[in-house]
Structure formats: structure tokens, C-alpha cells
Nanobody
Framework: VQLVESGGDLVQAGGSLRLSCAVS????????IGWFRQAPGKEREAVSC????????WYADFVKGRFTISDDTVEGAIRLQMNRLKPEDAGTYYC?????????????WGQGTQVTVSS
């Protein structure tokens, strides 16, 4: 199983970005992919999660109405569309096969993708 994040960039506050998590190696759709983020000096936190088999999704309160998670079944990727970005959304974004930080083994985190939001 391999997950690779991409799409991070520098954006002005109020702008948009779309992150991608390329997923490979699964033989079933019965799993969930979560997006997480970590800002400097802060703990890693869950942002959103989607269960591939039925599309059920979850969002942290601080991104509800601004972020949308989706499953691109053609490309085999989980997207995170981020709109109306705020400076506090900045950080390194990671995807993982889980919806909770505590369920991800320490050595399972990838490189992440950097999101910078200028005010």
C-alpha cells in the first residue's frame, strides 16, 4: 500500500488549493482515507476522512463548509478541495489509511505536502 500527497503551495488568504493523495496497492475499497495536518509547534490533527466503499465523509468543525473531500476513482486518488483558506490552515498536510491520528503508526506517515497561506 502506498499513499503519496501532492498539491501543496503558497496561496493568499481567501484562495483555494486542491490536494491529492495518490492511493495504490489496495485490492478492496473497504477502507478509509483521512487527511491530516500539522502546523509548526502544534499537534497533528484530523481534517477530513472518506470511506471509499460508500463515500461517507467526515469533516473537522474548523473546515466544514470550506473543504471538500472526494474520491477520484478514475485516477485512484483522494482529493481535498480547500476553499476560503485562512492563515491558520497553513501546515503540512498528510493522508493516511485512517480517520484518527492515533490509528496511524508513527512510521506510516509520508512526506506530506506543504500548504502556506499568506495573510
Amino acid at each position: 500500500v502506498q499513499l503519496v500527497e501532492s498539491g501543496g503551495d503558497l496561496v493568499q488568504a481567501g484562495g483555494s488549493l486542491r490536494l491529492s493523495c495518490a492511493v495504490s496497492g489496495f485490492t478492496t475499497d473497504d477502507y478509509s482515507i483521512g487527511w491530516f495536518r500539522q502546523a509548526p509547534g502544534k499537534e497533528r490533527e484530523a481534517v477530513s476522512c472518506i470511506r471509499r466503499i460508500d463515500g461517507n465523509s467526515w469533516y473537522a468543525d474548523f473546515v466544514k463548509g470550506r473543504f471538500t473531500i472526494s474520491d477520484d476513482t478514475v485516477e485512484g486518488a483522494i482529493r481535498l478541495q480547500m476553499n476560503r483558506l485562512k492563515p491558520e490552515d497553513a501546515g503540512t498536510y498528510y493522508c493516511a489509511v485512517a480517520c484518527h491520528v492515533s490509528m496511524v503508526p508513527v512510521d506510516a506517515w509520508g512526506q506530506g505536502t506543504q500548504v502556506t497561506v499568506s495573510s
